[in-house]
């Protein structure tokens, strides 16, 4: 089954909008949230992570925020450039001996000008 | 300092030829991981690697997959008898291993199975 949900699967913003990514999971032993950026032609790079007991993390124009309780977590993208364009990933983990990331399925991001 | 790098950057192949990929992680990156992406999809996790050792094979999609790691280092994933279904970009990502959270890819390798 998806531990991780993620939606919208495809999203089209005008430039100077804001973008917004949600994520959910199931296991509450998750205490890592990384989101990735990936490029076409590239492999995923990490943006910004964030861990449970933070409910909001910022940079730069990139804002995670956190709901423990409901168990989902976002990806807000504030002023939006086209530059941003790409396929959006959130995962999860856990701290243990195989401390593998389990991913959502990904959102393609298209930011007109 | 250089990131991770995959080779070849693409292979086209026969339907039933065999095929290696290849991995070179970040130096002193422990841990390795391999994954598929089909055209538009999402991640597909074939196999972990801690040191030489695979931890976690649970992603190899059949038994035509195979993987190894030598010295800690480099990995090479092997597709015998390659199928069509085989069609994909092969990733491959490094880790400190306390920071799986954290993985660097590399730009992957394009595989076409005609």
């Known amino acids: 089954q998806q531990q991780v949900k993620q939606s919208p699967q495809s999203l089209i913003v005008q430039k100077g909008g804001i973008s917004i990514i949600n994520c959910a999971y199931e296991?509450?032993?998750?205490?890592?949230f990384p989101w990735y950026q990936q490029f076409p032609g590239k492999g995923p790079a990490l943006l910004i992570a964030?861990?449970?007991d933070v409910s909001e993390k910022k940079e730069g124009r990139f804002t995670i925020s956190f709901n423990k309780s409901a168990k989902q977590f976002s990806l807000h993208i504030m002023d939006s450039q086209p530059g941003d364009s790409a396929t959006y990933f959130c995962?999860?983990?856990?701290?243990?001996?195989?401390?593998?990331?389990?991913w959502g399925l990904g959102t393609s991001l298209a930011v007109n000008p | 300092g250089a990131g991770v790098s995959q080779s070849p950057s693409n292979k086209v192949t026969e339907k039933g030829k065999d095929v290696e990929l290849r991995c070179d992680p970040i130096s002193g990156h422990t841990a390795l991981y391999w994954y598929r992406q089909s055209l538009g999809q999402g991640l597909e996790f074939l196999i972990y690697f801690q040191g030489n050792s695979a931890p976690d094979k649970s992603g190899l999609p059949s038994d035509r997959f195979s993987a190894e790691r030598t010295g800690g280092s480099v990995s090479t994933l092997t597709i015998q008898r390659t199928q069509q279904e085989d069609s994909a970009v092969y990733l491959c990502?490094?880790?400190?291993?306390?920071?799986?959270?954290?993985?660097?890819f590399g730009p992957g390798t394009r595989l076409t199975v005609t």
């Open positions: 296991n509450t032993a998750f205490d890592y």
């Open positions: 995962a999860a983990s856990k701290t243990g001996n195989n401390r593998k990331l389990i």
């Open positions: 964030i861990r449970p």
């Open positions: 990502a490094s880790s400190i291993i306390d920071r799986a959270y954290e993985q660097y």
